[in-house]
């Protein structure tokens, strides 16, 4: 962190700031940094509304076996926000262990939005006051002395325990008291006091903000120079902040399950309702479960089996499957469940790389399906294909997307591409009715009931399914036939999807062991 060695000085681009000074602010950066629980989740997790009603229904389909909601209670303004700060502090820690390029960055606010009028505002009334009291004659020095403070206090929470020879410096030089004296005796040189000030920031600052240091020596007025320190000294906060952050990683994710069990046991304590969402999703997961595994019980003819014969569900199967419906979820109708409402973005980024993956691989199966017997088994053709199919994919998730025409365009570069190969290979030409049937193939994919697509969707959940059962082991499992094509990114997802629920489970498990315990009874 110190000029000394320079290895030991703050990385570049990181930081956490504790108190923003004068208004100046620091957020959470990128999306996924983002507060993960909505002001309006239905779980009861609002911030900032005045006292209401909290009911524990949680408008899920009721029936005679279902678990009894919670019974409705008032909560104050005090409670809300007791647990909105429980619920931010459980989302940092969760972010920043998870997230492996979690970094707080300065909140940069809209252009011509009100809040940045305001600050503006504000700020150039405190430095014009600050410039009138220093034009007085003689000058006050009173803002400038309180600033003076706030710098040392900076400068001071940078330091390390061990620096005693810089924080012996900076209290001797930054003594207020004595600035004071000097200030009423005329005999205060403010321009000496920014001298070792830019000097020291030099000394504590992190390589990338060299250059932000070195401009302040080019300023000589005192009013415009004061205000350019503490923006610089704004983002060695941010520097030191994520240089915390970096440290404490490892030993976070030590103590995060214990920790973020503890925050959530706090939440579920207040609000009682807080496993609702939770407890239908599982109930779902068994009910959807018990019945795929009902039929696959049958005996040959369809005629029921006997009670010995009926299908038993391990909560840890159920777990799984549930984890497997929020691949599926519509998360614009239907709340996310409460334990894993910290990962839904991530959840949902997951689901849209599959639902691609999906149309990806039927659009190759049934490409390599029609070709000439052995143009798949070609290694760069088939990775050719499949890259140039991606690329038009890319923006499959935005609202202009309209998939039907771009599987169109998809159909007549696959025709061009395969007849291309096949006069390079020699084979028999690629006829005019094929090339006719291929396209209205790849069209056809189009459509969430067309049988190719329905086939690779069931493939991809099975194989994420036989991963998570099999406890995460190395090698993955076998490829499921046709995704062969899209191993390598399948296996990406799957690696990505079994760390979140891993994570999920050592948190939770023992709320999900409880719920599913009754749930599983009942059946």
């Known amino acids: 962190m110190l000029r000394s060695g320079r290895s030991d000085r703050c990385p570049p681009e990181s930081g956490w700031e504790d108190r923003p000074?004068?208004?100046e602010g620091c957020g959470l950066g990128g999306a996924e940094a983002e507060p993960p629980l909505p002001a309006a989740h239905p779980s009861g997790f609002r911030r900032g509304a005045s006292p209401r009603l909290i009911r524990g229904g949680s408008g899920r389909r009721e029936n005679a076996d279902s678990v009894a909601a919670s019974p409705p209670r008032f909560v104050t303004?005090?409670?809300l926000l007791e647990t909105a700060r429980g619920v931010t502090n459980m989302a940092l820690a969760h972010e920043i262990v998870v997230n492996g390029d979690f970094q707080i960055k300065p909140v940069e606010l809209p252009e011509n939005s009100l809040k940045k009028r305001v600050k503006e505002i504000v700020h150039k009334a405190f430095w014009d006051c600050l410039s009138v009291q220093l034009s007085e004659d003689p000058p006050a020095y009173d803002h400038a002395i309180k600033l003076v403070g706030e710098i040392k206090e900076t400068l001071l929470s940078f330091l390390l325990p061990g620096h005693t020879r810089l924080r012996n410096q900076i209290t001797e030089v930054l003594d207020l008291d004595l600035i004071k004296q000097e200030a009423e005796n005329g005999a205060l040189d403010i321009s000496k006091l920014a001298e070792f000030i830019i000097g020291m920031m030099g000394t504590l600052c992190a390589p990338a903000r060299d250059?932000?240091?070195?401009?302040?020596?080019d300023i000589k007025e005192i009013v415009p120079l004061f205000r350019e320190i503490f923006s610089v000294l704004d983002l060695m906060k941010v520097d030191m902040a994520n240089f915390a952050i970096s440290s404490i990683r490892p030993h976070l994710m030590q103590q995060s399950v214990e920790y973020e069990r503890k925050k959530f046991q706090e939440i579920l304590e207040r609000q009682p309702n807080s496993l609702d969402f939770v407890t239908q999703w599982l109930e779902e997961a068994s009910e959807d479960l018990m019945t795929q595994k009902y039929k696959h019980a049958l005996p040959v003819g369809g005629m029921a089996a006997g009670s010995g014969d009926m299908p038993r569900l391990s909560p840890v199967a159920v777990q799984n499957y549930a984890y497997l419906k929020l691949l599926k979820w519509d998360h614009l109708q239907r709340p996310f469940p409460e334990t894993v409402?910290?990962?839904q973005s991530r959840f949902h980024e997951l689901q849209l790389q599959l639902e691609?993956?999906?149309?990806?691989?039927?659009?190759?199966?049934?490409t390599f399906s029609m070709a000439v017997p052995g143009i798949s088994s070609q290694a760069d053709f088939a990775e050719k294909l499949k890259m140039i199919v991606k690329i038009l994919l890319t923006d499959m998730h935005l609202p202009s997307f309209h998939l039907k025409d771009v599987l169109t365009t998809i159909g007549e570069k696959v025709c061009l591409e395969v007849s291309s190969c096949l006069s390079l290979c020699g084979s028999s030409p690629f006829t005019t009715d094929?090339?006719?049937?291929?396209?209205?193939?790849?069209?056809a994919v189009a459509s969430p009931d067309d049988p190719i697509r329905r086939i690779?969707?069931?493939r991809i959940l099975t194989f994420l399914e036989t991963y998570l059962a099999s406890g995460h082991q190395k090698p993955l499992p076998t490829v499921p036939g046709g995704l062969s094509p899209v191993q390598r990114e399948l296996e990406e997802v799957a690696i990505k999807f079994a760390r979140l629920v891993n994570y999920n489970?050592?948190?939770?498990?023992p709320y999900y062991d409880a719920i599913l315990s009754k749930i599983l009874v009942r059946s």
């Open 505 to 509: 489970k050592m948190v939770f498990c």
């Open 456 to 458: 690779m969707e069931s």
């Open 356 to 366: 691609q993956l999906t149309i990806l691989g039927a659009v190759l199966l049934v």
């Open 77 to 79: 303004v005090e409670e």
């Open 211 to 217: 250059e932000e240091v070195r401009k302040l020596k």
């Open 341 to 343: 409402l910290m990962d």
């Open 434 to 443: 094929k090339e006719t049937v291929l396209k209205g193939q790849i069209q």
């Open 21 to 23: 000074p004068r208004g």
